[in-house]
């Protein structure tokens, strides 16, 4: 077989394998994690490969485990992975692993690239973010390469043994001698594959643009019995339990571009002074998405509320009604702005994530509006279900304790109709009583309620991703009196009821806290194991104030496949921002505009915009340009390379070494044959004695004395080893010179 086609075979599979788990990574369905099947099957696959062809040992030890998978596993796939999707894709992965450490033929690599397309599809079907596209491009460009590597494979086997036929240009030297072992993999093959791979990959981002997106769209995201995930949902649920297992999947992207050195500095409560940036700042980083105000002794949910009623006159505020692309509203006072861009890559409820509390919302396309319930939520216009890029202005907490244990406490007379919804409590006769206890001494609003999350966080509870079963009576009583082990929710929620039961307003708030520094991005990175929920009270003439009971766990150790997968999720998020902000976005494009600029100059003849500095100016400004020029340097180098030492490797023509007299001998022959050529006489490729024979001799014809006379010389010369005087040599070139045809009778 041809040095090469294995090769280009194996590496062509490997890609369209790894794209087939790509797929299934843009959904939210599965995590980095299930790389290790695919790099385990391509590290094993030389070794197994080659027991398969030398141990029978080997076969019957696969055939003997792939049976009891068939019997036992098989079956029960559906109900261990959650799914018949997710049992299919356990299926799937378990045949494409056998193939990959047997021995191949050409249908087991069609088997290959069939369940590589059915990874495609099943990510489809689960619904994947913007860098389906890329991953598309990939399984393009691979099958392109996959099915003619395999189409030259399968025909080496069939004809192996067998002569390779070579073609040969029909000007190519008589001295050409055609090479034992051609390459079938030269530099025009590649030249046409690369060629159709470009063509192929242009079709399907056309198809992709032109087409809808196929784009997605509570603590405990994803819950599976008493196991479940860390992530928002969209109701909190106290009566279930169970182990939360930590998720490092990325939620999003925030950069502050007016902080000092992009750090946020959060707030010290008590004395309103900004944290230092080496102290704790980035817990004091609350990512609000939405609040929710009424409690059934069970379940939080979202009521109708309209805070814009409130009669307390220094806090009182309006919401805008903004634009499509904005959100707006007054401000409140003793706030200082902060301004957030953020890219928000996983939606997993309504609300749209930023600093407390939220001011204005600037998206960068779609549409967004304030929720009916006036509770600082800003929610897009549908149910979000692709990545999104917007900008938030956020008015963070800058109160001194004096100013809020001044605030009035007449909160029947100032919030209405809502004070009943936002005191409601369903606490026992004993909680209430604990709330008194621990509040015993305290007078003023703010002093009661620091009393409660001093209480809560204190060495009395510990916090716990354990969560106990405490049922559908009574939960947060349970976790109060006896079981006080628990995590954000049970502690929120213990605290919103406590003060409540003094009569004083306070809701939950469901977000994120804190955020992983990046340093090489300038940019902090929120995942799901952020997941939060607190507390905000409202005091008369300031509004809600942020409050946080639960305790600070000890966070695990990051084992080193959980440091490598949050790495590459932290670099699969960066390359989902640059496709979805300059790609799908279109942001920093050409416009229509533009073009109308280019014809007014031409009309000036101003060509000054001709110059290289000006033309690649707007390309180097943006990420994506500057990606696509390294991606065009990288191809052309890699293309070079490929050219060259196909090049190089090329089967190179014998070429005997001539003495000067076969030389010249040479050089009449070629002078005979383009005079014959001029006389009409077609010659190219023809040998002496084929000549001879063609050309037309008699009445009409070519003297055919002289054309023995010549080609004897050069065979005698050429082939013979005779001497060619130069006296000799100058009248033969005088007689093909005068060479004519003869005249015909009239």
Not at 276 to 286: C, R, T
Not at 524 to 542: A, Q, T
Request: glycine share 8%; hydrophobic share 45%; net charge neutral.
């Amino acid at each position: 077989m041809p040095k090469g086609v294995l090769k280009t075979l194996r590496a062509s599979t490997a890609a369209m394998v790894f794209s087939g788990y790509f797929a299934l990574l843009t959904t939210r369905e599965y995590s980095p994690i299930i790389l290790f099947f695919p790099t385990m099957f391509m590290l094993l696959m030389p070794w197994c490969e080659r027991m398969d062809a030398s141990s029978p040992g080997y076969r019957r030890f696969t055939g003997g485990v792939t049976l009891m998978f068939a019997v036992i596993g098989m079956p029960l796939l559906p109900f261990a992975l959650g799914g018949v999707v997710p049992g299919l894709v356990g299926l799937f992965i378990f045949i494409q692993g056998y193939l990959l450490l047997h021995k191949k033929r050409s249908r087991d690599f069609h088997y290959l690239i069939l369940m590589s397309f059915f990874f495609l599809v099943s990510g489809c079907h689960l619904d994947p973010d913007p860098s389906y596209g890329l991953v598309l491009s990939m399984f393009v460009v691979s099958a392109v390469w996959t099915f003619l590597s395999l189409l030259v494979y399968s025909e080496s086997l069939e004809n192996a043994g067998r002569p390779w036929a070579e073609i040969v240009e029909i000007n190519q030297p008589e001295d050409y001698v055609p090479s034992r072992a051609p390459r079938l993999f030269d530099r025009n093959l590649i030249s046409a594959m690369s060629a159709l791979s470009l063509g192929a990959v242009m079709m399907t981002v056309g198809i992709f643009l032109l087409t809808p997106r196929m784009e997605a769209g509570g603590l405990g995201g994803g819950s599976q019995g008493a196991l479940s995930t860390t992530g928002l949902s969209d109701t909190v649920d106290l009566s279930s339990g169970g182990r939360i297992v930590p998720n490092q999947a990325p939620v999003m992207r925030v950069t502050f571009p007016d902080e000092p050195n992009g750090r946020f500095l959060a707030t010290d409560l008590e004395d309103g002074r900004l944290m230092s940036p080496d102290g704790d700042s980035e817990s004091g980083m609350y990512w609000r998405v939405t609040s929710l105000n009424r409690f059934d002794g069970v379940r939080w949910e979202r009521v109708p509320i309209s805070e814009e009623r409130y009669r307390d006159k220094p806090g009182k505020f309006y919401f805008f009604p903004g634009m499509d692309s904005s959100v707006d509203r007054s401000s409140l006072p003793n706030r200082r702005t902060v301004r957030q861009e953020i890219f928000l890559d996983d939606s997993e409820v309504d609300g749209l994530p930023a600093l407390s509390l939220v001011r204005s919302v600037r998206v960068r396309s779609g549409r967004v509006q304030w929720e009916v319930n006036g509770d600082f939520t800003v929610a897009p216009a549908r149910r979000l279900q692709q990545a999104l890029g917007y900008e938030a202005v956020s008015e963070v907490e800058m109160l001194s304790a004096d100013k809020l244990r001044a605030a009035p406490e007449n909160y029947a007379d100032v919030l209405g109709y809502d004070f009943g919804t936002l005191t409601q409590h369903r606490l026992s006769e004993q909680s209430v009583a604990l709330a008194r206890e621990v509040t015993a001494g305290k007078e003023k609003t703010y002093d009661k309620v620091r009393a409660v999350e001093s209480f809560l966080s204190g060495r009395d509870f510990v916090y716990s991703l354990d969560v106990p079963e405490l049922g559908s009576v009574n939960p947060v009583d349970q976790f109060l009196l006896t079981v006080r082990t628990g995590h954000c929710q049970l502690y929120a929620t213990a605290m919103a009821l406590m003060v409540r039961s003094m009569g004083i307003p306070a809701r939950v708030v469901m977000g994120y806290r804190g955020g992983e520094w990046s340093e090489n991005d300038g940019a902090y990175i929120v995942r799901k194991n952020m997941s939060h929920l607190w507390v905000e009270v409202y005091f008369i003439g300031v509004g809600w104030v942020t409050f946080d009971p639960a305790p600070q766990g000890n966070e695990p150790e990051l084992s080193i496949v959980d440091t490598v997968i949050q790495a590459i999720s932290h670099q699969i998020l960066n390359a989902k921002m640059v496709w979805f902000r300059d790609i799908v976005g279109f942001e920093g494009g050409f416009r229509l505009g533009d073009l109308r600029l280019l014809a007014l100059r031409v009309l000036r003849r101003d060509f000054d915009f001709m110059e290289p500095s000006a033309l690649l100016a707007p390309v180097l400004q943006t990420t994506i340009g500057r990606t696509v020029l390294w991606l065009m340097a990288i191809i052309a180098i890699g293309w070079a390379a490929v050219y060259i030492s196909t090049l190089r490797l090329a089967p190179r023509p014998y070429r005997a070494e001539l003495t000067p007299d076969q030389t010249r001998a040479l050089r009449l022959f070629v002078r005979l044959k383009r005079r014959l050529q001029a006389l009409g006489v077609e010659c190219r490729g023809k040998s002496a004695r084929e000549i001879l024979e063609l050309a037309p001799a008699g009445e009409g014809g070519i003297d055919r004395e002289l054309l023995e006379t010549v080609l004897e010389e050069y065979n005698r010369v050429r082939f013979g080893g005779r001497l060619l005087p130069d006296a000799r040599l100058a009248e033969l070139n005088r007689r093909i010179k005068n060479l004519r045809k003869t005249p015909s009778a009239s």
